[in-house]
């Protein structure tokens, strides 16, 4: 029999402890369904379900999830509520959220994100978007070598890439692993422009030029977390950012 073992057992797949684990928080059934299918066939990824706020928020804080996939309108507590109590845990501070939304106004996505969602997605959307949406999230959040130098050191701002430590001012700061990715990628190309659409493609990992306003907000997310310090993250308008702090040096450039 086609995917047996000789002794006629099934053969075995990834096994649950080392496939990547999905949240979806969504009350739309037949939606939640169709993704988690997709994301199972395609992806090999171990999905679990929650129609409710409630329900998700208490599955996330069982055991952190690798990415949470969030709708923005559900039943009692809402999508920025959950989104606000799980960066708020330690536990799941870094983990990517991708929010979903059927709601068409700027307005409503820029809020999203400005509760700490690190993408989101309009309805209706394809199951091959999505699917792009999370390799690219879960291969940012993955553990790997860094390039360029294990660390930055400047007069107000210091990085360390490798153990995603940043200090401002003295303090340490929690970031999201989108915030910090973008930080470094800034960081690692001090003193020139980066453009959206190329943090877009190399913080976020796909190419989507109509989202270019999830930098903006990241951006400004970004300061008000460091504080005096981000004013070293300079709008160049009609372009994009540039990061350029005097004094600082990465160790291995």
Same mark, same amino acid.
């Given at each position: ?112 994100? +400005? ?94 030029? +109509? ?43």
């Amino acid at each position: 029999m086609a995917g047996s073992t000789p002794s006629g057992r099934a053969a075995a797949g990834p096994s649950e402890k080392s496939r990547r684990r999905i949240l979806i928080v969504e009350d739309e059934a037949d939606l939640a369904a169709s993704i988690k299918y997709n994301l199972e066939k395609e992806g090999g990824y171990a999905v679990s379900l929650a129609a409710s706020g409630e329900t998700g928020l208490a599955l996330a804080r069982q055991k952190p999830y690798d990415l949470v996939i969030l709708d923005l309108m559900l039943p009692g507590m809402d999508g920025l509520e959950v989104c606000r109590s799980l960066r708020s845990s330690q536990d799941n501070a870094r983990v990517p959220i991708i929010m979903l939304t059927a709601r068409v106004e700027e307005t409503d996505k820029l809020i999203g994100l +400005g509760v700490g969602a690190d993408d989101y997605m309009t309805k209706p959307f394809s199951m091959k978007e999505i699917l792009a949406r999370v390799k690219a999230h879960l291969r940012r959040a993955a553990p790997g070598p860094q390039p360029s130098g294990p660390s930055y050191k400047g007069a107000s701002l210091e990085m360390d890439f490798e153990g995603h430590i940043v200090r401002s001012g003295g303090r340490e700061v929690t970031l999201t692993r989108m915030e910090f990715a973008l930080l470094a990628a800034l960081v690692r190309h001090r003193g020139r422009v980066m453009t959206r659409d190329q943090l877009l493609e190399s913080v976020w990992g796909y190419e989507d030029y +109509g989202a270019s306003r999830t930098v903006d907000v990241h951006v400004r997310r970004l300061r008000q977390k460091l504080g005096r310090p981000g004013r070293a993250i300079e709008t160049v308008f009609g372009v994009g950012y540039r990061f350029r702090e005097d004094g600082g040096s990465a160790g291995g450039d």
